[in-house]
């Protein structure tokens, strides 16, 4: 190269002219690719999407959500990434997915966390997972056998960076068709660490347990602390006043009195609660037929301030079954249906073991392990549980196929709840027979 052309007079022109090209390269391939429908303020920044071999999904500039990666595979990512996060655990599909493999031999920096959707998923897993990607040099690739699991922690890593709500999350998993949406499990697990992180520096939820002790039924009282708005959740004719007292105690305002179902060993508070607080709407499943000033569905949201409980069906002890599930995931009240070691009788009022199973595994047992359980009744005095603790020690659940469990409760030989004769008229009109 002579002097001449080193020192031209072009020079300059050449260089601006190169740095426009990198430029616009650079802005063209950060432009955010707006997906149709998801709200403006939701939209990725840095989503791409492109399709590098059957089992693998691009998803995301930094992330990379994909299955089984062979040696191939492997050597074209290790020009783009630079780590790689294994998700899989040593059972079943996963066997075969190398956490130390090709990748390593690549020069990729690799990380192994085991994440068992059907036992681990946990509030902890989630920070772990977030904390991995953290520490891990950018790009990096996350694997799974199926996309699931690594779309599920592309999705919350995402979530946290634009610091989304657990409905824009949803939103977005649902308009990027992100594999993770279609499994209950790692649905809860996402939506839950996210809105574990959208409550945190809120003031706690006001919460008492209260008890009726001829039945053994346990009323809850939530509250919004910021509002005071509160709701009850199964109250007990014969413990209203009590409740009603401890609301004034508190300085709330009842805005619902719930039923996790129509009971058939006392009679509801509910009705009496609605004529008593202006204001205060009994509420049920509407497929349970019983009367009431509001009848539910499953995805309801019942809000008290600025908070709410979400109603799902997990119909089995009774077809109109609910159980109420906090905004933040962290409690669950399941009436009848999951019980501390053990569960609801399925052997009237509509009862069915095949979908108390149903319901218990994907509407109960699909939330975080964290979750506080919150049951109906207990007849040996314990208060609470965890999903986590339920799906270890419930006897007639933790391990059992479906029939197994079907034989189980088929086989309970309970007598009758004492009052049934009395409860199941009167809860039919909302609590008002009796009165
Ligand atoms: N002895 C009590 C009724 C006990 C009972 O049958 N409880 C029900 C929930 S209330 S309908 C139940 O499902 N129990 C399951 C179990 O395994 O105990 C009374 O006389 O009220």
């Known amino acids: 190269m002579t002097s001449s052309a080193l020192y031209s007079p072009w020079r300059p022109l050449v260089i601006f002219y190169g740095i426009c090209c990198y430029s616009a390269t650079a802005f063209l391939s950060s432009t955010p690719f707006c997906p149709r429908g998801v709200p403006k303020s939701i939209r990725s920044r840095s989503f791409v999407s492109s399709r590098l071999a059957s089992t693998m999904t691009v998803t995301a500039a930094d992330i990379t959500t994909a299955g089984k990666l062979g040696e191939a595979e492997t050597s074209a990512l290790s020009d783009k990434y630079k780590s790689v996060l294994y998700l899989a655990t040593d059972k079943?599909?996963?066997?075969?997915?190398?956490?130390?493999?090709?990748?390593?031999?690549?020069?990729?920096?690799?990380?192994?966390?085991?994440?068992?959707?059907?036992?681990?998923?946990?509030?902890?897993?989630?920070?772990?997972?977030?904390?991995?990607?953290?520490?891990?040099?950018?790009?990096?690739?996350?694997?799974?056998?199926?996309?699931?699991?690594?779309?599920?922690v592309q999705c919350l890593r995402k979530?946290?960076?634009?610091?989304?709500?657990?409905?824009q999350t949803l939103a977005y998993a649902l308009e990027m068709k992100l594999p993770f949406v279609k499994n209950p499990s790692l649905k809860d697990w996402v939506l839950a660490t996210v809105a574990a992180r959208e409550y945190r520096d809120e003031l706690p939820l006001l919460f008492r347990p209260l008890y009726e002790e001829t039945s053994w039924t346990y009323t809850f009282l939530l509250?919004?602390?910021?509002?005071?708005?509160?709701?009850?959740?199964d109250p007990v004719d014969l413990t209203v006043e009590r409740d009603l007292q401890v609301i004034k105690e508190m300085g709330l305002t009842l805005v619902a009195a719930l039923n996790t179902h129509c009971h058939a060993d006392h009679v509801t508070g509910s009705g009496l609660l609605a004529q008593k607080v202006p204001g205060c709407k009994s509420m049920i499943a509407k497929i349970s037929g019983a009367k009431a000033s509001v009848h539910l569905e499953s995805g309801d949201r019942v809000r008290f301030g600025r908070r709410y409980v979400e109603a799902r069906a997990t119909p089995g002890h009774t077809n109109g079954c609910m159980t109420f599930v906090t905004d933040d995931m962290k409690m669950a009240f399941t009436g009848?249906?999951?019980?501390?070691?053990?569960?609801?009788r399925t052997d009237f009022q509509q009862g069915s073991p095949e979908t108390m199973f149903e319901s218990i595994w994907t509407q109960i047992f699909s939330l975080p392990h964290e979750t506080s359980v919150y049951p109906g009744h207990d007849y040996r005095g314990r208060l609470m549980s965890t999903i986590g603790e339920e799906k270890r020690f419930n006897s007639r659940l933790s391990g059992k196929s479906r029939e197994e469990f079907i034989e189980i409760m088929n086989n309970l030989k309970l007598a009758y709840p004492k009052k049934i004769d009395v409860a199941l008229p009167a809860n039919l009109v909302d609590g008002l027979l009796a009165s």
């Open 92 to 152: 079943g599909a996963d066997k075969g997915i190398e956490p130390n493999g090709f990748a390593s031999l690549r020069g990729l920096t690799t990380r192994h966390l085991p994440v068992d959707v059907k036992d681990g998923l946990s509030l902890q897993l989630a920070t772990d997972a977030l904390q991995a990607l953290d520490e891990l040099p950018a790009p990096a690739l996350v694997v799974c056998s199926s996309g699931g699991r690594a779309s599920a």
């Open 159 to 167: 979530a946290t960076e634009e610091g989304w709500t657990k409905d």
């Open 223 to 233: 509250g919004c602390p910021v509002t005071k708005e509160a709701i009850l959740i």
């Open 336 to 344: 009848d249906a999951l019980l501390i070691r053990g569960c609801g």
